[in-house]
């Protein structure tokens, strides 16, 4: 009797790992349960150190992802990429797009980007934002990759700064 359960998807989601944005977005992508895709985060500068190594006679490690190499690096520098398991590529704001389809309560939105003249509008709005990411929004620190410079969080996900005293007896006690 054959599988009835279907398989998830994989997405790869290429982003730039020195940006800011695109880590904090990534890093909110990771902790979204219920989607209905598998999202695997594959930072651009990883597949440049790959390619540079398979170009110096170094080997290329096997990783389960489809063929990424085939993507133009100045492409990759300019704009999100989701690749499918198929070989079929997004880029810009049609990447978020397909990410909104997979995740629970971004799913009914991403129609939107079908009704005529809002893609125009979303391909735009990317394209602006992209190109003045640093500048907005800074670059990743890379000793920050890790998480290490977050707030730590509470159990309900608040940051962990304590309340100010409201009293100077609250502040003679602290």
């Known amino acids: 009797m054959p599988d009835k359960r279907k398989r998830r998807q994989t997405l790869c989601v290429v982003y730039d790992a020195e940006c800011a ?3 904090g977005a990534v890093r ?3 902790a979204v349960r219920g989607a209905r895709a598998e999202l695997r985060f594959v930072p651009l500068q990883a ?3 790959q390619a540079a190594g398979a170009r110096d ?3 290329q490690e096997p990783s389960g ?3 990424l190499t085939r993507l133009d690096a100045a492409a990759l520098r300019a704009q999100l990429h989701v690749v499918q398991a198929d070989g079929a590529v997004f880029a810009g704001a049609e ?3 397909r990410i909104m389809r997979e995740l629970p309560g971004w799913r009914l939105l991403s129609w939107l980007y079908r009704v005529p003249g809002l893609k125009r509008a979303a391909d735009a709005a990317y394209r602006y934002v992209a190109r003045r990411r640093y500048d907005w929004f800074g670059r990743a620190d890379e000793g920050c990759a890790s998480g290490a410079c ?3 969080r ?3 996900g608040a940051g962990a700064s304590r309340p100010r005293p409201s009293s100077t007896r609250e502040m003679e006690e602290r």
């Open 21 to 23: 944005l695109c880590t």
């Open 28 to 30: 909110q992508l990771a």
């Open 47 to 49: 597949l440049e150190a």
């Open 57 to 59: 006679g170094g080997r």
């Open 65 to 67: 992802l489809p063929d």
């Open 95 to 97: 990447a978020v797009v």
């Open 150 to 152: 977050a707030l730590h």
């Open 154 to 156: 509470n159990a309900d």
